[in-house]
């Protein structure tokens, strides 16, 4: 990290250096040599937070994927926040930062009149730190390579033989006919809200439960 830093405030004088005998057409005398080195190395010692600040904030990642195993079926959206890729930012320091709080809500549309069959409701989250297998209404998402998080958009009622959809703290769960569908999720990363949508469709069968798009 200190060759980094010593590599930084050499490249940052240059450019100040240059920057100001192209302002003033002349190099600089010793009082302006000083304080152009004081720049120069307040700027680089910022450079890694300013990096930080714009490389390592949280990045959810979203991916639609169908579970099945045994009799049950379900429709997800897997959710991972992966560390930082390059190996530039990595030797500046940054580091991906954890998801403080991360909440989701889902509503159901009809596909072809997009009209609202389930108003929005809050989702479940199901994640790695769960103690339960009752998932959780907000979680906290870290960096990680794999999948740490996920949320049961619909899934298979085996007796009933339909889909159904998860209730909240304020709404029963509710069960879906044969159809097809649009779900559509707004997921909160630290209050700041994603919109994604994907359609599926219903049949008759547990098999039939899948995404259309």
């Avoid at 937070?49 to 579970?67: A, H, T």
């Avoid at 994907?198 to 899948?210: H, M, S």
Wanted: proline share 5%.
């Amino acid at each position: 990290m200190r060759k980094i830093l010593v590599a930084l405030v050499i490249v940052v004088l240059a450019i100040l250096c240059l920057a100001f005998i192209g302002l003033f057409g002349r190099y600089p005398d010793e009082w302006e040599w000083v304080g152009i080195v004081i720049a120069g190395v307040m700027l680089a010692m910022a450079t890694p937070s300013i990096f930080q600040m714009f490389w390592g904030r949280p990045l959810v990642e979203k991916q639609f994927e169908r579970y099945a195993e045994a009799t049950e079926r379900a429709l997800l959206v897997f959710l991972r926040n992966p560390p930082v890729k390059s190996r530039i930012l990595r030797m500046l320091g940054v580091k991906r930062e954890t998801v403080q709080s991360l909440t989701a809500e889902i509503r159901i549309n009809e596909a072809g009149s997009n009209k609202i069959i389930v108003p929005i409701r809050h989702a479940r989250i199901y994640s790695d730190d769960a103690l339960s297998d009752s998932g959780s209404s907000r979680i906290v998402l870290p960096p990680t390579y794999s999948v740490a998080a996920s949320i049961m958009v619909v899934s298979w009622d085996s007796q009933k033989k339909k889909a159904i959809i998860l209730g909240d703290r304020l709404r029963q769960p509710l069960l879906l006919g044969e159809g097809c569908y649009r779900a559509v999720i707004l997921i909160f990363v630290d209050g700041d809200p994603t919109t994604i949508s994907r359609q599926f469709v219903v049949g008759k069968n547990a098999d039939d439960l899948i995404w259309a798009n």
